[in-house]
Nanobody
Framework: QVQLVESGGGLVQAGGSLGLSCSAS????????MGWYRQAPGKERELVAH???????NYADSVKGRFTIARDSTKNTMYLQMNSLKPEDTAVYYC???????????????WGQGTQVTVSS
C-alpha cells in the first residue's frame, strides 16, 4: 500500500510565503513524475506545478516566478515553496505521484488528502 501525506498548509497574508511538503510511504519501488494540484471552491482541480523523475519542472502560468517545486528522491518527498501569495491562490492543495509499487510491473497515480491554503487580502 502507498500513501501520500501533505503538510504545511495554513493561513497567510497576501504577499507572504508558505511551504508545502508531500511525503510518499509504503511499498514503493520507484516514483516517476510528481505534481501539485489545487482546487478552489466552485472550481475544477488544476495543475499548479509538475516535476519529472529527472527534475524537469513545469508550472501553471498563474504561479510562474512565484512558486518553486522540488523533490528529494532519497526521502520520497516533494516540496512546493510558494512566495508572493495572492488571495486567488486560496485553495486546497493536493499532491499527486505516479508510483510503481514493489513487485508490480505498472505504475499507478496516487493522491494525497489535500491541505488548505488560505491567503487573506
Amino acid at each position: 500500500q502507498v500513501q501520500l501525506v501533505e503538510s504545511g498548509g495554513g493561513l497567510v497574508q497576501a504577499g507572504g510565503s508558505l511551504g508545502l511538503s508531500c511525503s510518499a510511504s509504503g511499498s514503493i519501488f520507484k516514483i516517476n513524475a510528481m505534481g501539485w494540484y489545487r482546487q478552489a471552491p466552485g472550481k475544477e482541480r488544476e495543475l499548479v506545478a509538475h516535476i519529472t523523475s529527472g527534475g524537469t519542472t513545469n508550472y501553471a502560468d498563474s504561479v510562474k516566478g512565484r512558486f518553486t517545486i522540488a523533490r528529494d528522491s532519497t526521502k520520497n518527498t516533494m516540496y512546493l515553496q510558494m512566495n508572493s501569495l495572492k488571495p486567488e491562490d486560496t485553495a486546497v492543495y493536493y499532491c499527486n505521484a505516479d508510483i510503481v509499487r514493489s513487485g508490480v510491473y505498472f505504475s499507478h497515480i496516487y493522491w494525497g488528502q489535500g491541505t488548505q491554503v488560505t491567503v487573506s487580502s
